[in-house]
């Protein structure tokens, strides 16, 4: 499901549009142009998180459609949960300033090593419900072991350096713990949701649809997803 092409956007809107009422979305947009390591090849900073180059261009839009699917999530009452590392600028994308003055977002920081990553691993995620909150009642006891996350160097301009170590790409993947405290806490908080879900929806089915004069608003988000090319993909006749 590859969100910078049509069809896999395409997928994507698919199954986000057929989320039950209540349900849970997980996503994790790579974060490798927004993290500390790359500042220096992507140029990103808090003065300029859109960063330059081709990865940052892939980054941009693969972030922009994430949100789009958020904020399907969102309409639907849906509880999701968008990880980043500790690092990560992504939060400063200019659609994820928009998007968080029409989503209302939780922040919270963990360490993935309170879950059972061999690492501590700072960890930021960004949700619609309170849920989220309940996850520190689930940390089990750090087992942490040394591993090579970063290298440093000095290049042959004698200019200080900063690169991923050999241990960087395996600390991707997330420990099984946290899968479990990240279902507790939905499971936990299931059956309120769905009512609000309900409550909310009803409420919304009987609102006018009409536009509400943010009409700059929608090209922006369009430009930014590239959301013409997947309107002419999905309208296009067989």
């Known amino acids: 499901m590859d969100l910078t092409t049509d069809i896999g956007f395409s997928n994507c809107l698919y199954h986000a549009c057929n989320l039950r009422e209540g349900a849970a979305c997980m996503a994790a947009p ?3 142009s927004f993290v ?3 500042r220096g090849s992507t140029g990103r900073s808090v003065a300029n998180p859109m960063g330059f180059g081709e990865s940052c261009r892939i980054g941009n839009l693969l972030v922009s459609r994430t949100l789009v699917i958020m904020l399907i999530c969102a309409a639907k009452c849906v509880w999701f949960c968008l990880e980043q590392p500790g690092t990560s600028i992504m939060e400063l994308h200019t659609l994820f300033q928009r998007f968080i003055k029409i989503v209302a977002l939780r922040k919270l920081k963990i360490n993935m090593g309170d879950y059972g990553a061999p690492t501590l691993k700072p960890t930021i995620l960004y949700s619609s419900h309170r849920a989220i909150d309940m ?4 940390t089990i006891r750090r087992q942490l072991v040394k591993k090579h996350m970063v290298k440093r160097y000095v290049d042959g301009n004698g200019k200080q350096r900063v690169c991923g ?6 600390s991707q993947a997330y420990p099984k713990h946290f899968g479990v405290a990240l279902a507790a806490c939905r499971s936990a908080t299931a059956a309120n949701r769905r009512l609000t879900a309900k409550r909310f929806l009803e409420v919304a089915r009987r ?7 943010r009409r700059h608003i929608d ?3 369009r430009d930014a997803a590239q959301l013409d090319s997947v309107i002419k993909f999905l309208t296009q006749r067989p």
């Not at 996850?135 to 689930?138: A, C, Q, T, V």
């Not at 170590?165 to 395996?170: M, Q, R, W």
Request: hydrophobic share 35%.
């Open 165 to 170: 170590g050999v241990d960087l790409k395996t």
């Open 207 to 213: 609102s006018s649809n009409e536009a509400d004069g």
């Open 30 to 32: 790579v974060c490798g």
């Open 135 to 138: 996850l520190p009642n689930y």
């Open 36 to 38: 500390f390591m790359s």
């Open 219 to 221: 090209k922006v988000w």
